[in-house]
């Protein structure tokens, strides 16, 4: 059974910085994609950053390039994105997802969902 949990979520300033993890277990981690989504209230969701873990290669929304990094570590089976540069607009709940199922990183279509994780930027 496909499990991710996340953690890390929490009230950061704008000027501060927080990383979000993400453990994946009973899933196949190599050479697949995981990637962080974001949902605000009354927004849509939206995909944030995403990594393909069979080579490294990261993806990131417009929105977030040169303020996220995604990461991961293929021997805890954990993907990370750090948020070092937030902003009060980045104020949302978290996901992470597994395996897109059309092998594209950037898609929002994956296979599986963690519960998510609130994460609040005031200034």
């Known amino acids: 059974q496909v499990q991710l949990v996340e953690s890390g979520g929490g009230s950061v300033q704008a000027g501060g910085s927080l990383r979000l993890s993400c453990a994946a277990s009973?899933?196949?981690?190599?050479?697949?994609?995981m990637g962080w989504f974001r949902q605000a209230p009354g927004k849509e969701r939206e995909g944030v950053a995403a990594?393909?873990?069979?080579?490294?290669?990261?993806y990131y929304a417009d929105s977030v390039k040169g303020r996220f990094t995604i990461s991961q570590d293929n021997a805890k089976n954990t993907v990370y994105l750090q948020i070092h540069s937030p902003e009060v607009e980045d104020t949302a709940r978290y996901y992470c997802?597994?395996?897109?199922?059309?092998?594209?990183?950037?898609?929002?279509?994956?296979?599986?969902w963690g519960q998510g994780t609130q994460v609040n930027v005031s200034s």
């Open positions: 997802a597994a395996e897109s199922r059309s092998g594209w990183c950037t898609s929002d279509d994956y296979n599986y």
């Open positions: 009973g899933y196949t981690y190599s050479s697949n994609c």
């Open positions: 990594i393909y873990t069979g080579g490294g290669s990261t």
